[in-house]
């Protein structure tokens, strides 16, 4: 009987940890929903409130006139999907051919490669920014997204991993049913590792979706900001911040990667189920 109670004991305790870690961790997105939803004049009231006293959605509507919200949405949609399909495509065939075709030097091409992630990204953004300068990129789509198209490390490892948990026995009778490597990597690889294809696809897309550094460098036409430069320029400058714009064009923003993250949820827990699993 006592350790039955142990075990309830310790099972509720494990419940009150998780519960509180997810509380902190979601802390900042409810508050800024609620003050999106909160009246104006109550984004400062003294005593603070957490919960508004009159649910509006007025800050959303007037977030969305203020800015032209549906270009930077189709800018960081087109932007998005053209560098994460890029990305995964690209590391999807890098990560096959350190995983699966043996060649001279693989392994110590693969740790050069690796190596790569310790070189601060700010540090090769300017010889980035003159080279677009150069071919006359500058302020265009080919700016946002030529430098990230072709994939980086981490994807590649990531994938590189999956692609080495397969069982070498498909991959030898591929070889002897006469299946080229280009074949093997489209029919029988790819089906096999969709779930880390598509845990990358999402890994990369809210990285591209939220990055803000590039672009703000390599754009200054209002058509062609994307929705965190846009959010930066418009509602928040040193004399004034509009502080119920900033949190509903927030809470805008991140309403897409809130979608797709509660429909790719599944994909996401079995593809880290089934790492490590040979």
């Given at each position: 009987?006592?350790?039955?109670?142990?075990k309830?004991i310790?099972?509720?305790?494990?419940?009150?940890f998780?519960?509180t870690?997810l509380l902190i961790a979601?802390f900042p997105?409810?508050?800024i929903l609620l003050s999106?939803?909160k009246?104006?004049q109550?984004?400062f009231?003294?005593?603070?409130t957490i919960f508004?006293?009159?649910?509006t959605?007025e800050n959303?509507?007037?977030a969305w006139?203020?800015?032209?919200?549906?270009?930077?949405?189709?800018?960081?949609?087109?932007?998005?999907?053209v560098v994460v399909?890029?990305?995964?495509f690209f590391?999807?065939m890098?990560a096959?051919a350190f995983?699966?075709i043996?060649?001279?030097?693989?392994?110590?091409?693969f740790?050069?490669?690796l190596?790569s992630m310790?070189?601060p990204?700010?540090?090769?953004?300017?010889?980035?920014?003159?080279?677009?300068?150069?071919?006359?990129?500058?302020?265009?789509?080919?700016a946002?997204i030529?430098?990230?198209l072709?994939g980086?490390?981490f994807?590649?490892?990531?994938?590189?991993q999956?692609f080495?948990s397969?069982?070498?026995s498909?991959q030898?009778?591929a070889?002897?049913?006469?299946?080229?490597?280009?074949r093997?990597f489209?029919?029988?690889?790819?089906?096999?590792?969709?779930?880390?294809?598509?845990?990358l696809?999402?890994?990369r897309?809210?990285a591209?979706?939220?990055d803000?550094?590039w672009?703000v460098?390599v754009?200054?036409?209002?058509?062609m900001r994307?929705?965190?430069?846009?959010?930066a320029?418009?509602f928040?400058n040193?004399?004034?911040v509009?502080w119920?714009?900033?949190?509903?064009?927030?809470c805008?923003a991140?309403?897409?990667?809130?979608?797709?993250?509660?429909?790719?949820?599944?994909?996401i827990?079995?593809?880290?189920?089934?790492?490590?699993?040979?």
């Open positions: 009987m006592s350790l039955k109670r142990n309830q310790k099972r509720i305790i494990t419940y009150a998780c519960i870690g979601l997105l409810i508050w999106a939803l009246p104006s109550e984004m009231a003294y005593p603070p508004p006293s009159r649910v959605f959303f509507a007037a006139n203020k800015a032209s919200f549906g270009r930077y949405f189709l800018n960081s949609i087109f932007v998005t999907a399909c890029g990305q995964v590391s999807a890098a096959f995983a699966r043996p060649f001279k030097g693989r392994t110590l091409c740790l050069c490669f190596s310790m070189v990204a700010i540090v090769i953004m300017i010889p980035q920014f003159i080279i677009l300068r150069m071919f006359g990129w500058l302020d265009t789509y080919m946002l030529i430098p990230s072709f980086n490390a994807s590649v490892f990531f994938l590189r999956f080495m397969i069982p070498d498909l030898d009778a070889e002897i049913d006469g299946c080229g490597y280009i093997m489209l029919q029988i690889f790819v089906p096999l590792c969709k779930h880390a294809l598509f845990t696809v999402l890994i897309a809210v591209v979706w939220n803000f550094l672009p460098i754009t200054n036409r209002d058509e994307t929705v965190p430069v846009a959010i320029t418009v928040f040193y004399r004034n509009d119920a714009g900033l949190a509903s064009a927030t805008i991140l309403l897409p990667l809130v979608i797709v993250f509660l429909f790719a949820r599944d994909y827990i079995e593809s880290i189920a089934m790492t490590g699993f040979k």
